[in-house]
């Protein structure tokens, strides 16, 4: 057999499969952006997941690719296991070949044949296939048309072809769905061919290589399985393992697939090259120069996964794939750290190394190379090693702690409360956790943390709500909607054809009452929820009640049902897509007719609310632009919300954005709402449309071959005559299937009202149109004017000016570059404010000291106490306090009283020392006597008191009455 590299094992395979017809199709994202039911994309089958569903269809009938793929998290789940032996991975390469309704399992059987035997040359006696065995419980016979197929056609030997159960060999896409029998394709590794016993033991010496899925049958939401009237084959084959096989290695990790990494972690580690050690049964971990081997296999694998991830969009954050990276890294540095000596971040530094074996096969990769994108991964892997660098401390300490409470208490177990505080406080995850514990031969109470995380949920769950709740897990079947009136929102004729309830299409009957229900139409103008846009609100109608023009539902009416013929229909709350489906979601009003399936309705959109929703729509694609045009090319679209109140844009971007990019910002679409620019659109070729120099497209979104493109001020007709024209950079140019308005101007104006951070790398903004931008405007410019005033002033008036103003900025939608000018300019106000008062206090002091000393000289005593009694010029109380401990401090033993007075209000600060409360002198008591000479009252302590009062008048009294007061009591 001739050795073979693995980037000639992954073309022949692609060449091999394009001489049958096969069209080679790229790999599509690791990241599935439009598939919410998957952390990440698992099997070569996902990018076809809506044909084999009945959804959707391809030019073509038969396709071959190698596809990205990461198993970690969700059903599919290989991360504990890598590192422990020869062939888990979390990031591989399917190789897969399909057929939607052509060929099938005479094709696909020899195909697999020829291309294994005859062009790898492998030994074909070393190779078993298997076959489904049947279920009588399913009423499944065997698959004997396979089994006699691998005897005819390649030619195996009986004792080659071996059953297999329903587990091994029947295969679901769900719990409903096409389903079908599988045949693999198993390689005997023992050294003398003596394996065929251990073909689906698990074994690493007898291994599948391939396997062929037959999908014949659809398992309906009743459990009962239907023969498909076509047929579809989809194949996988691991390339990691058949590489492996051709290049005579029994681990995946000895192959030259891992070479460039292992030799760039050596150099990077200055460890003993990559040896193969494998931990023996039943030890922890194994002795130090297995574990380093572990560390090899661990880290190789996961900086492939992280840098594919990246690349395709993913982020780490703390839910979901997300989190799932996070625990990748994070596992990845543990063992670098520990096993390898690598203290500081190195996962970026091993980037490059992938990058420049990877990107032949995976172009997407060179543009990370040549732009900025390859320095954004390296940047977030750097990121958050480095943070990981200090939770790692702090986590071990408090593990630390956990695992010795366990010990002196002899349970063994670290506490459920213990591991959750390590994951919730620290960001330990629970396997870090687990494998510390067994490190120390301990265990985790997983059930009381598993209970913690669960309330967590429930806590995180309960703090918000979905758009709608409305159960879109549909089983059955349903009819396709033509949308194509959704560009028009026009009044819309069409044919009831059904409703959804409770996850469940019901072709006949009557829509129910007085419950939430999804009318599904032949035809309709709403737009279902897709690409960021938020789905139509509006009224169906029977046709014999909606056929005038009043009760279509046009203008505000047709979304308020606020007149009495308005009301009667059906309300649709929301629109949502599925499939080819477009479904209203809503309820009957009382009083409405019966809504038969069948019937003739009459569709109508709210026109307010989609007019505003067009506006955030066209008003996006400005942003978009002006992002680009403000901050780079290397900005790239994450995800979009787009509703009736505002348009919510992820982009990525690794830092804040200044005010003056802000107001950049916002000027770029000013100017382009003001030009009034057309909007085009229209629908090309995809392989024509991103030729286009401007073109923007979401990262890593799956787009037909036939693409709607919307361009803001330049026809489409025009990008495509001359599609390299740098001048086209000036334009807004997109891939969208959105609503939109005519011209630029109908927008009317645009405010961005917050910018923030949701994740490493992407930064969110939120802006308004039309009335709510110019009000933001407004509101802005009204805010500002206050705040100019306010410098004007000064004291308790810019004081309580500068609080009417900040609680102004938190109720009011302003431009957030206003408010962020306001909040500096106040931030410095306020910091000139306090330096005032504390001067202002000071000097006011040394008046008050100054007039206390003059008392103190001419004050009378009496039984040794002296008695000094006054008015002292306006100052805080502070200042009197200490004007106050100076006169107990020099007297030697005083009865003291000073009077502070501003236009409307008097203060009073009474003081006793030790010689005065041994008379049954009290502060509080003279306090109380005097305050109410001054229209006030008090009290206090014996030793010093404090009052208050608003008759300024009455000082002259109230200082007669306390001199004679404390004569009386101290004589």
């Given at each position: 057999m001739t050795l073979r590299t693995s980037t000639e094992i992954r073309q022949q395979f692609l060449d091999f499969f394009r001489?049958?017809?096969?069209?080679?199709?790229?790999?599509?994202?690791?990241?599935?952006?439009?598939?919410?039911?998957?952390?990440?994309?698992?099997?070569?089958?996902?990018?076809?997941?809506?044909?084999?569903?009945?959804?959707?269809?391809?030019?073509?009938?038969?396709?071959?690719?190698?596809?990205?793929?990461?198993?970690?998290?969700?059903?599919?789940?290989d991360l504990d296991d890598v590192g422990k032996d020869t062939y888990h991975h979390t990031f591989f390469e399917m190789l897969g070949n399909w057929s939607f309704g052509d060929y099938f399992k005479e094709e696909a059987i020899s195909w697999a044949w020829e291309l294994l035997t005859e062009v790898w040359g492998l030994e074909k006696d070393r190779l078993y296939a298997t076959f489904f065995e049947g279920d009588p419980s399913e009423d499944l016979a065997p698959d004997e048309e396979a089994r006699r197929l691998w005897a005819e056609k390649a030619g195996l030997d009986p004792s080659h072809i071996v059953p297999g159960n329903k587990k091994d060999n029947f295969w679901e896409m769900g719990d409903t769905g096409p389903c079908g029998p599988c045949s693999e394709i198993h390689i005997d590794l023992t050294p003398d061919k003596s394996g065929g016993h251990l073909v689906n033991q698990g074994d690493p010496r007898v291994i599948e290589i391939w396997n062929l899925v037959f999908i014949q049958y659809n398992r309906g939401s009743d459990g009962k399985l239907n023969l498909l009237p076509a047929?579809?084959?989809?194949?996988?084959?691991?390339?990691?393992?058949?590489?492996?096989?051709?290049?005579?290695?029994?681990?995946?990790?000895?192959?030259?697939?891992?070479?460039?990494?292992?030799?760039?972690?050596?150099k990077r580690s200055g460890a003993a090259p990559y040896g193969g050690r494998l931990p023996k049964s039943g030890e922890r971990g194994g002795d130090p120069e297995t574990l380093i081997d572990t560390s090899y296999r661990v880290i190789g694998d996961h900086v492939r996964t992280l840098t594919f991830a990246l690349t395709d969009g993913a982020v780490i954050s703390n839910e979901g794939r997300g989190y799932v990276l996070r625990r990748i890294l994070r596992r990845a540095v543990r063992y670098g750290r520990q096993y390898m000596g690598m203290t500081d971040p190195f996962l970026a530094d091993l980037v490059d190394a992938l990058v420049d074996q990877m990107e032949p096969a995976f172009p997407e990769l060179r543009a990370a190379r040549q732009g900025r994108n390859v320095e954004h991964v390296k940047d977030v892997l750097r990121e958050e090693e480095e943070s990981f660098g200090r939770t790692l401390d702090r986590g071990i300490k408090l593990f630390q702690e956990a695992a010795n409470v366990a010990v002196t208490h002899a349970s063994m177990k670290v506490s459920g409360e213990d591991a959750f505080r390590l994951h919730d406080t620290y960001g330990f995850p629970i396997d870090l956790t687990e494998l510390m514990a067994e490190e120390r031969g301990l265990t985790v109470d997983i059930g009381e943390y598993e209970r913690l995380m669960e309330e967590a949920r429930e806590r995180a769950r309960s703090g918000g709500t979905e758009r709608t709740g409305?159960?879109?897990?549909?089983?059955?079947?349903?009819?396709?909607?033509?949308?194509?009136?959704?560009?028009?929102?026009?009044?819309?004729?069409?044919?009831?054809?059904?409703?959804?309830?409770?996850?469940?299409?019901?072709?006949?009957?009557?829509?129910?009452?007085?419950?939430?229900?999804?009318?599904?139409?032949?035809?309709?103008?709403?737009?279902?929820?897709?690409?960021?846009?938020v789905g139509d609100r509006g009224w169906i109608r029977l046709a014999e009640t909606g056929v005038d023009g009043a009760d279509h539902g046009g203008g505000s009416g047709a979304g308020d049902g606020s007149s009495g013929g308005r009301k009667a229909g059906f309300r649709v709350h929301d629109t949502q897509r599925f499939g080819d489906t477009v479904i209203h979601i809503g309820e009957l009003e009382p009083g409405s007719l019966d809504f038969q399936v069948d019937a003739i309705v009459v569709a109508s959109v709210d026109e307010s609310g989609r007019a505003q929703i067009m506006r955030n729509h066209t008003t996006t694609h400005l942003l978009n632009w002006a992002l680009r045009d403000v901050l780079g090319d290397e900005i790239h679209q994450r995800g979009s919300l787009l509703d009736t109140e505002k348009t919510r844009f992820d982009f990525s971007h690794g830092k804040p954005i200044s005010t003056d990019e802000l107001v950049a910002i916002e000027t770029g679409v000013?100017?382009?709402?003001?030009?009034?620019?057309?909007?085009?659109?229209?629908?090309?070729?995809?392989?024509?449309?991103?030729?286009?120099?401007?073109?923007?497209?979401?990262?890593?979104?799956?787009?037909?071959?036939?693409?709607?493109?919307?361009?803001?001020?330049?026809?489409?007709?025009?990008?495509?005559?001359?599609?390299?024209?740098?001048?086209?950079?000036?334009?807004?140019?997109?891939?969208?299937?959105?609503?939109?308005?005519?011209?630029?101007?109908?927008?009317?104006?645009?405010?961005?009202?917050?910018?923030?951070?949701?994740?490493?790398?992407?930064?969110?903004?939120?802006?308004?149109?039309?009335?709510?931008?110019?009000?933001?405007?407004?509101?802005?410019?009204?805010?500002?004017?206050?705040?100019?005033?306010?410098?004007?002033?000064?004291?308790?008036?810019?004081?309580?000016?500068?609080?009417?103003?900040?609680?102004?900025?938190?109720?009011?939608a302003v431009p957030v570059y206003v408010k962020q000018r306001i909040l500096a300019e106040m931030?410095?106000?306020?910091?000139?404010?306090?330096?005032?008062?504390?001067?202002?206090?000071?000097?006011?002091?040394?008046?008050?000291?100054?007039?206390?000393?003059?008392?103190?000289?001419?004050?009378?005593?009496?039984?040794?106490?002296?008695?000094?009694?006054?008015?002292?010029?306006?100052?805080?109380?502070?200042?009197?306090?200490?004007?106050?401990?100076?006169?107990?401090?020099?007297?030697?033993?005083?009865?003291?009283l000073l009077l502070s007075a501003s236009e409307d209000k008097v203060t009073l600060l009474a003081a006793m020392s030790k010689g005065a409360l041994d008379k049954g002198v009290k502060a509080g008591d003279l306090i109380k006597e005097i305050a109410p000479l001054v229209g006030g009252r008090g009290g206090g302590r014996p030793d010093m008191a404090q009052g208050g009062g608003s008759d300024v008048s009455g000082i002259p009294g109230a200082i007669e009455r306390a001199k004679a007061w404390l004569s009386e009591r101290l004589g």
């Open positions: 001489s049958k017809q096969h069209e080679i199709v790229p790999s599509s994202s690791v990241v599935p952006h439009d598939d919410p039911t998957l952390l990440f994309t698992n099997a070569g089958m996902n990018q076809f997941k809506d044909v084999f569903l009945g959804t959707g269809s391809r030019a073509y009938t038969r396709a071959a690719d190698t596809q990205k793929c990461i198993r970690a998290g969700g059903k599919h789940n047929k579809h084959v989809d194949t996988g084959m691991g390339f990691e393992r058949v590489t492996a096989v051709l290049q005579g290695k029994t681990s995946n990790y000895d192959s030259d697939v891992f070479a460039p990494l292992f030799d760039a972690i050596q409305f159960d879109l897990n549909i089983v059955d079947p349903m009819p396709s909607t033509n949308d194509a009136p959704k560009y028009d929102a026009k009044p819309t004729e069409a044919k009831l054809l059904g409703f959804v309830q409770d996850g469940r299409f019901h072709a006949s009957g009557s829509v129910p009452r007085e419950t939430s229900v999804g009318l599904v139409l032949g035809r309709t103008p709403f737009y279902g929820e897709q690409g960021g846009q000013q100017k382009g709402i003001a030009a009034g620019l057309p909007v085009y659109a229209k629908e090309v070729p995809q392989a024509e449309a991103r030729e286009v120099h401007s073109l923007r497209a979401v990262f890593g979104e799956k787009y037909p071959d036939v693409v709607r493109v919307v361009s803001v001020g330049v026809p489409v007709e025009d990008l495509l005559a001359s599609p390299a024209d740098e001048k086209w950079m000036a334009y807004s140019v997109e891939f969208c299937g959105g609503t939109h308005l005519a011209t630029t101007a109908d927008a009317r104006s645009f405010a961005l009202l917050s910018e923030e951070g949701v994740a490493k790398g992407v930064r969110r903004v939120v802006g308004v149109t039309g009335d709510l931008a110019v009000n933001a405007h407004e509101a802005g410019k009204k805010l500002e004017a206050d705040l100019a005033a306010a410098r004007g002033i000064t004291g308790d008036a810019q004081k309580a000016s500068l609080q009417e103003i900040q609680t102004a900025l938190q109720e009011t931030t410095t106000l306020h910091k000139e404010l306090r330096k005032a008062e504390k001067a202002q206090a000071a000097e006011s002091g040394d008046a008050v000291m100054d007039v206390a000393a003059t008392l103190l000289g001419s004050a009378p005593s009496v039984s040794g106490v002296s008695i000094v009694v006054g008015q002292v010029p306006e100052a805080p109380v502070d200042a009197l306090r200490g004007a106050v401990d100076w006169i107990r401090d020099k007297s030697g033993g005083a009865a003291v």
